[in-house]
């Protein structure tokens, strides 16, 4: 791959192989980290792939000129610079309730500094290509996540029951019929509401990945018609 006479020495052809090959096979994982609901999805797994493959590449072949005329590592700078802006990054992001927000742009930050270092050491082809597959990622990708994935809303329940023989399956049943999918189900006794009382109540928590069309009202409603369900909390 690298020039016989000059290890040190990389091909356009090849630095376009190692940077597209980081793009799809950090996209393939963040695809199914997406699927699976995670907050750092697609596009944050394929920056933070580019990047980095940037930077090895920066690393290996972005010095050559200074490694023969002294014995001084520029390299130990950049590594410094891509350690610091970690405090930057995880000033974008968000915590609220069970969502996370800001990864993606942390992830930019961290990839337009890989991009900078790159500029500053002539290795203006990388950087710039590097630039291309990061727009795509940003502009194109985020269409498609909109269109695949964004489709569904992961919705938090929690449903106080009397716990009677086929109470889950009414309850999926419910649920499938609006067109949801339970990503997670627990189920835990809850002491009776008074002494007299000889039913068991049982307290349902569901995390749902749900349509956007379909109404949280609604679906509260029908979750509270649910034979043997008593109360319904959403959040």
Request: proline share 2%; net charge positive; hydrophobic share 50%.
């Amino acid at each position: 791959m690298a020039n016989a006479v000059n290890p040190w020495f990389i091909d356009p052809i090849h630095i376009t192989i190692r940077l597209v090959l980081a793009f799809l096979l950090g996209g393939f994982i963040g695809f199914e980290r997406e699927q699976s609901s995670h907050a750092a999805g697609m596009r944050t797994h394929i920056l933070v792939c580019v990047g980095s493959t940037l930077i090895m590449l920066l690393s290996i072949y972005g010095f050559s000129e200074f490694t023969s005329v002294t014995m001084r590592d520029p390299a130990r700078l950049a590594a410094q610079v891509i350690s610091g802006i970690g405090f930057l990054g995880a000033g974008t992001i968000m915590f609220t309730g069970k969502s996370i927000t800001g990864l993606t742009t942390a992830a930019s930050l961290w990839v337009v500094a890989a991009i900078g270092l790159a500029i500053g050491a002539g290795f203006y082809y990388a950087a710039a290509l590097t630039v291309i597959l990061v727009l795509i990622s940003l502009f194109v990708l985020n269409q498609v996540e909109k269109k695949y994935f964004r489709a569904k809303k992961v919705r938090h329940f929690k449903l106080k029951a009397v716990d009677t023989p086929s109470l889950l399956a009414r309850v999926s049943t419910m649920v499938a019929r609006q067109g949801g999918d339970i990503q997670k189900l627990s189920v835990e006794e809850l002491p009776s509401e008074n002494e007299n009382d000889s039913a068991n109540l049982v307290l349902i928590t569901l995390t749902l990945r749900m349509s956007k069309d379909v109404k949280l009202l609604q679906t509260v409603e029908d979750l509270k018609h649910v034979e043997g369900v008593k109360a319904v909390a959403c959040d």
